[in-house]
């Protein structure tokens, strides 16, 4: 996806996300340590011309790993509290801490990486303001562990000291977390939705496959209807979160173009508010949904799924990371929560992102129920007073808002299916869900009052 002056292909996020599911189809582990490298894709955005034209071309034609070096043994979603330093002397920069979880910060099979550590500066700093940005090399950091897993067996997951360690400030002092680090995130969330779709379509095929071919009662399980309603919901639920993940990326897309074209207006200042709240609905929703369907494609092939002998094993040990890495479920729904709570305000963005896409669809009795539901949710959370409340409900929320944004994406995807009646009975399979689902949490909220 780099820029082809610096050697890349330059192709759009849309078409990253299509080849990421393929891969991710695959092999999710292997898939990562390939896709690593995207993460210097904030070197693109923030470091100068001169650290562009140095780094991303060497890091494309030497195959280079690139870790995101955020997380430490004691401060994982805490990155403000973080302690490893960064000072300054004789005009360069040297970093002392350890980090750890960092995801192939050793290298593919001895090759090389580069790790983008945050860090703080400034004497007696605190908090996000204090933290930087930087570029260390593979040979300047040592690799004191290699963690046991669960799953991403390919994917060497490192704890990393460094001590005295080179490094190469990016952008800007003191805007590391607040302005860089945010946005490496957003990539890497939407990367992990594209792998949740990935991991969910290799368990739905091969449990497709296999209720087909196993006979019991003397017919094919897939004849059976509770086997057969289980293949059905995650038929539907893969294809909200495959419009889902292509929506994310096509609105990243949309301000980023601008951005780098130098081109920033309102437009793309509206696409921006609504990508910074997409995201973290997108990977929420993809990773905790493909948890559950991989969980259902196991249940499929019963005893014979708990084994070794089929690649469901695999897929379910690969499937558990997605809803804590780059971010645990409950960290995405406070990232998102504020831009659905402001955004429904009267002239806020995620109404008209909203307003939007129903005009584009045209007339749903079903879509325009759960809307009515969601705005109820959302009017029953605003009336919270007490902060611990509203945190604790805001799942609800967002929970709500995925299921209406996926429900009309889904309509939106109608318009071009090539076999409208059986997409048009999923698609209303998938509302009555989302309908269930809204009417549910707006009951839980109404009883929390």
């Keep these: 996806a780099f820029r082809r002056k610096y050697g890349g292909l330059g192709i759009p996020g849309v078409v990253k996300a299509f080849a990421s599911e393929l891969m991710y189809r695959a092999d999710t582990s292997t898939t990562i340590a390939m896709g690593s490298m995207g993460l210097a894709g904030i070197l693109e955005k923030h470091a100068s011309e001169e650290a562009k034209q140095k ?10 790993c690139v870790a995101m070096g955020l997380s430490e043994p004691d401060f ?15 005009g360069k920069w040297y970093l002392t801490g350890t980090k750890r979880f960092q995801t192939v910060a050793c290298g593919l099979n001895g090759g090389p ?3 983008l550590a945050l860090a703080r500066t400034g004497e007696g700093s605190t908090g996000a303001k204090g933290l930087s940005f930087f570029i260390v090399e593979r040979k300047d950091y040592k690799i004191t562990g290699i963690e046991k897993k669960l799953g991403l067996k390919a994917s060497a997951t490192c704890e990393v000291a460094l001590e005295d360690s080179p490094g190469e400030l990016v952008g800007k002092e003191g805007y590391g977390l607040v302005r860089y680090v945010i946005g490496m995130l957003n990539g890497a969330r939407m990367g992990i939705a594209a792998q949740g779709v990935g991991i969910s379509t290799a368990a739905y095929m091969e449990a497709k496959k296999y209720a087909a071919e196993r006979i019991q009662f003397g017919k094919p399980i897939a004849e059976i209807p509770a086997v057969a ?4 919901r995650m038929e539907r639920e893969i294809a909200a979160m495959r419009s889902l993940m292509i929506e994310g990326a096509s609105i990243v897309d949309r301000y980023q173009c601008a951005e780098f074209n130098g081109k920033v207006t309102d437009e793309s200042k509206f696409w921006e508010k609504i990508a910074n709240t997409i995201t973290p609905i997108s990977k929420y929703y993809n990773s905790e949904m493909c948890n559950e369907l991989v969980d259902d494609a196991l249940q499929v092939f019963g005893g014979s799924g708990y084994t070794e002998d089929y690649d469901l094993a695999r897929l379910y040990r690969d499937a558990r990371i997605t809803n804590i890495y780059d971010g645990t479920t409950q960290i995405q729904v406070n990232a998102a929560i504020g831009g659905v709570i402001a955004g429904m305000a009267p002239s806020g963005q995620w109404r008209q992102y909203l307003d939007a896409l129903t005009k584009r669809i045209g007339k749903n009795e079903a879509i325009a129920e759960i809307r009515v539901k969601f705005e109820e949710v959302v009017d029953a959370w605003r009336k919270f007073e007490a902060r611990e409340v509203k945190e604790g409900m805001s799942f ?4 709500s808002a995925a ?7 889904l309509e939106k995807a109608a318009l071009r299916a090539k076999n409208p009646e059986a997409r048009k009975k999923m698609n209303h399979d998938y509302h009555i869900d989302s309908l269930a689902i809204v009417t549910g949490n707006g009951i839980r909220l109404r009883a929390e009052a």
Excluded: C, F, H
């Design 55 to 64: 780094w991303i071309p060497k890091l494309i034609s030497e195959n280079y």
């Design 396 to 399: 609800e929320v967002v929970e």
């Design 403 to 409: 299921r209406l944004v996926n429900s009309l994406l």
């Design 113 to 115: 990486a580069i790790m």
């Design 229 to 232: 309603r289980m293949l059905s």
């Design 76 to 90: 994982g979603s805490d990155l403000p509290s973080i302690r490893t330093k960064a000072v300054q002397r004789d």
